[in-house]
């Protein structure tokens, strides 16, 4: 590929689906539950890459309705984290003495 | 190849590190630790993009809460661990070597 | 893949343990790294067949009531996403809310002038809980014009509120129904305005425009404190802290 | 029209006005009422949509959120397809109210219950509604964070591991649906479905698109493969969450997968794509069956029978080979469809409803040790059996027609071999459905002969069971009705003199 055609807006956009491949990858390899919850905000945060990046041209001003979906992708995001976190705390005080499952 | 091209592969680079090493590290501290960078990497990208409401809200929501919950509830596992081992000890209850499920 | 899931902490340590075999791992790495490829050159090789909505959102930017366009996209033009945004927050919210019944204290927050938090945390309390307060507040206010708004003071405020309630000296009562009010404020603000605007122009979340920027700013307002609210549960529920006050009692 | 269109927003916001009053009142026994008076009104509005889209000449409204009409703002749209839908859930929800009133009753469940059920009808509300491809993600977390805390309220550890193990997936399944968005965006610039899918093309990243929102929703709809969640977590939740879930929540996804491969998407789909996945159908329908049969509790084993019901549902998908160039969304095959997941909604749901007494008789599910409980809960094996008969397609229930029209359309299209697997699916969901009634008729064994493990429950939640049931039957009746109001022409492409009058002659 032209290095020329290398501009700002593909490299983040590249980086953003990266980053979605690194979050899947230890989505599914990696076992341990915080892992696994780490890497679904990492696959988010490569959307959310995606978004902003896709929504900067060159000569006019950024695009705000990508802007507003990464704002709201941020809170859901956090929403699903906490509650996932919640519930692998209630597994464990509820766990019979061997704590892992 | 400007300062601003170094610049963005620096970002890049070091969000992509930050990502890998949060899912594929082995101790978990450091990968929590590796998360919040990779939100800052990130938070200095989506500044790059003229994104500056995506990017307050991933510094405070995003990278900040969302590595305290991490952090607070890796503490509460610990304890909760802690808790059941030592209940387990004064029992006597303990079966060496079983426990590892 | 979600068969089995390790809830143990230390066992991360032993990274042979429930681990993939390693040639399954790298045919997943393969696979995902060729799919992300292919996804890259779709990328690259896609015309865009339109340039956004950049230019709309700024010719319609003076009938919003705000100069800020995320704030705009979020509060006006789409807020029926943002509303049920918040109400995403108050699912999360409703499964952490302590479930004993046994407290039957009313009061919102309890003060134990016996605790002392030690001397790093109090000056910690005493400087930086207001500021971060007053700089939630500024957000506020200032993401009508430029990047801030609710999500943001919301988190800061919730900042706050963590350093407060995270030590001894002062204790949030979950289930009084001060704190549960709170919790709900947001949404019910949301939806009442946008009944109430309705009334007056026919459609829901419609607002007159002549008082656009008034109702964003009490509907802003409304949203942070729930918000707020909802992280510092968030984090209260998620490390455990406050269970002695609300569970025991 | 117009007065109708302005009601449409009261379908998301009541919901979620009432999951507020439920927070804040606390009190179960005022949840339960506000909820069934709210449900009530709901079913009226809804029915009120139904009629009039169905008088309606141009057959479709809209609705624009905020006075912003596309693309600047979000709207609503409702056609017959999702008009009928969101009755439905109205229906399922007015007459689940009434009866989780009743078993939640002498519970302090009932204090999150009654929100978050609340919080989960605005987002399946949502989801049917909207005409935005971003708004649909919102609606999709909306439900799934919404059904992980339903499930999560059982607070057993079994039931907590699969609601983080449905977490996990319904999260994974929304971001593949948000990269989607994301690409679609980036190459079209708007986010409106309509004005979507007027513009696609079969470029490089519509097709990744059309990908992404196909596994993200296969996740969500638990298609075979994927569908390792779904037993541990409908079998685990309390009934009417599990009635819910089966129900309403995977029908929500398969209609978007629908939607955007027959009608947004349809320039980046391909045929062999849509044979592909008819195949994961049929292996649906098998494997889902074969374990139902194999199954040893009751709940699990209606679990399994959703598996393959949904099996059911992606047969949709081959037999519209050659038709997705023309408005693909409605037809002959998209009928037959429609009737399915009306006569599946209600028929599981009833079964559900009937285990959940069942279990709450019996104290436990486990199939081998139900032995003559018909005399302990005639009215549930009741339900139980014209539930089953509906799954099974037997004649005089919705589940006849919708399997007829289905095998009618293989026919048609020339695709006999979908036959095979319909039939074989009949007969396996045959062979559980009677290997547990026969259990449950069978005569003496001390299993049952002291009252002491037998708990008396409230006649109403049986009632709501079978009046269910019986709902699948008087729409076997109606099938006419039911297939003008979806907006599909059944006749015109038959072409045999084969119409649904003479169906519904069958039938009767």
Request: hydrophobic share 55%; proline share 3%.
């Amino acid at each position: 590929m032209m290095l020329s055609q290398l501009t700002p807006e593909i490299m983040y956009s590249a980086s953003g689906i990266a980053l979605f491949g690194i979050g899947l990858l230890g989505l599914i390899i990696v076992p341990h539950i915080f892992r696994k919850i780490l890497a679904i905000n990492v696959m988010g945060v490569g959307i959310f890459m995606l978004l902003v990046s896709s929504a900067k041209r060159a000569n006019i001003d950024a695009d705000p309705v990508p802007h507003a979906m990464v704002l709201t992708g941020i809170v859901v995001a956090v929403a699903g984290t906490a509650l996932a976190l919640f519930l692998v705390k209630k597994i464990n005080d509820l766990a019979p003495s061997e704590k892992s499952q | 190849m400007s300062f601003s091209f170094f610049l963005d592969i620096f970002l890049i680079g070091g969000s992509l590190t930050m990502a890998w090493l949060c899912l594929f590290s082995h101790d978990l501290l450091k990968a929590i630790t590796c998360f919040v960078c990779m939100g800052l990497f990130v938070t200095l990208m989506w500044i790059r993009l003229d994104a500056w409401d995506v990017a307050i809200a991933e510094a405070a929501i995003g990278a900040g809460l969302t590595g305290a919950l991490l952090l607070s509830s890796r503490r509460g596992l610990k304890k909760t661990a802690a808790k059941k081992e030592s209940g387990e000890k004064r029992s006597g209850e303990k079966k060496s070597g079983e426990q590892d499920v | 893949m979600f068969k089995e899931i390790i809830f143990k902490e230390d066992a991360i340590n032993k990274p042979e343990k429930g681990r993939l075999p390693t040639s399954i791992a790298v045919l997943c790495g393969v696979t995902i790294l060729a799919l992300c490829t292919l996804l890259v050159g779709a990328l690259i090789s896609t015309q865009r067949h339109s340039e956004g909505l950049q230019q709309v959102v700024s010719s319609m930017l003076n009938k919003s009531g705000v100069e800020n366009p995320v704030t705009a996209v979020l509060l006006n033009f789409r807020s029926y996403d943002t509303l049920l945004e918040i109400a995403v927050l108050l699912i999360v919210a409703i499964v952490m809310l302590p479930q004993a019944t046994v407290s039957k204290s009313l009061s919102l927050i309890r003060v134990q002038q016996s605790a002392d938090p030690g001397l790093i945390m109090s000056s910690l309390l005493r400087f930086l809980a207001p500021t971060l307060i007053i700089m939630g507040g500024y957000m506020l206010w200032t993401g009508a014009y430029s990047p801030g708004g609710a999500f943001q003071a919301g988190a800061l405020i919730a900042g706050a509120g963590i350093l407060i309630f995270t030590n001894v000296q002062y204790q949030v009562n979950m289930q009084s129904f001060a704190f549960r009010a709170l919790l709900s404020i947001g949404l019910c603000i949301f939806i009442l305005s946008g009944f109430a605007v309705a009334l007056q122009t026919g459609q829901f979340l419609e607002y007159p425009q002549k008082y656009a920027s008034a109702i964003i700013l009490f509907i802003e307002t409304a949203a942070t404190v729930s918000i707020a609210t909802t992280l510092l549960l968030l984090y209260l529920a998620v490390a455990g802290t406050q269970e002695e006050f609300n569970h025991d009692a | 029209m117009d007065n109708i269109a302005a009601l449409l927003p009261a379908l998301i916001m009541l919901p979620l006005a009432v999951s507020v009053c439920c927070v804040l009142i606390k009190n179960s026994r005022v949840c339960a009422a506000i909820s069934i008076i709210s449900a009530a009104a709901l079913l009226i509005l809804s029915a009120g949509t139904l009629l009039a889209i169905n008088t309606y000449e141009a057959g479709v409204l809209r609705y624009a959120f905020a006075g912003w009409s596309q693309p600047l703002g979000i709207e609503l749209q409702v056609s017959g397809f999702t008009a009928l839908m969101t009755a439905l859930t109205c229906l399922l929800v007015f007459v689940l109210s009434i009866y989780s009133s009743v078993y939640f009753s002498s519970s302090d469940k009932a204090i999150r219950f009654w929100p978050l059920w609340w919080l989960l009808i605005a987002g399946l509300n949502a989801l049917f509604l909207s005409s935005d491809i971003f708004n649909i993600y919102v609606a999709f977390e909306l439900i799934g964070l919404a059904a992980v805390a339903l499930i999560a309220i059982e607070n057993s550890r079994a039931a907590l591991i699969a609601a983080l193990r449905y977490l996990l997936v319904s999260l994974l399944g929304s971001l593949c649906y948000l990269l989607a968005v994301a690409l679609l965006y980036r190459e079209y610039g708007t986010l409106d479905l309509v004005q979507l899918a007027s513009m696609t093309s079969d470029s490089a990243s519509s097709t990744a698109a059309l990908m992404l929102i196909t596994i993200g929703l296969c996740l969500k709809t638990a298609l075979f493969p994927l569908h390792f969640w779904l037993p541990a977590a409908h079998g685990g939740a309390s009934a009417p969450v599990s009635a819910v879930l089966s129900a309403l929540v995977v029908k929500g996804s398969f209609y978007l997968i629908a939607r955007f491969w027959l009608d947004i998407l349809a320039p980046a789909a391909s045929d062999a794509g849509l044979i592909i996945l008819g195949v994961f159908g049929a292996a649906a329908i098998l494997w889902g069956s074969a374990q139902a049969l194999f199954a040893s509790r009751l709940k699990v084993m209606v679990a399994y029978s959703t598996v393959a019901q949904i099996g059911y549902l992606f047969l949709l998908f081959p037999l519209m080979v050659g038709n997705t160039q023309t408005n693909a969304f409605e037809g002959a095959a998209m009928g037959a469809i429609t009737y399915l997941i009306v006569a599946h909604a209600t028929a599981k749901s009833a079964m559900f409803l009937a285990a959940g007494n069942i279990m709450r008789i019996a104290g436990h599910d486990n199939i081998k040790q139900l032995k003559g409980l018909v005399r302990h809960c005639p009215l549930s094996i009741f339900t139980f059996g014209i539930a089953g008969a509906s799954l099974i397609g037997l004649p005089p229930s919705a589940g006849f027609i919708a399997k007829w029209l289905l095998l009618s359309n293989s026919i048609n299209t020339g695709q006999w071999w979908w036959v095979i697997v319909i039939l074989s699916g009949g007969l396996l969901a045959a062979a559980y459905v009677f290997k547990f009634l026969n259990l449950a008729f069978t005569k003496d064994d001390d299993t049952f002969t002291k009252a002491d493990i037998v708990r008396k429950i409230s006649p109403i939640m049986p009632l709501c069971a079978l009046a269910l049931a019986l709902l699948t039957v008087v729409l076997g009746f109606n099938a006419q009705w039911l297939l003008d109001i979806s907006g599909t022409l059944v006749y015109e492409t038959t072409g045999q003199g084969f119409t649904v009058q003479n169906l519904a002659g069958v039938a009767q």
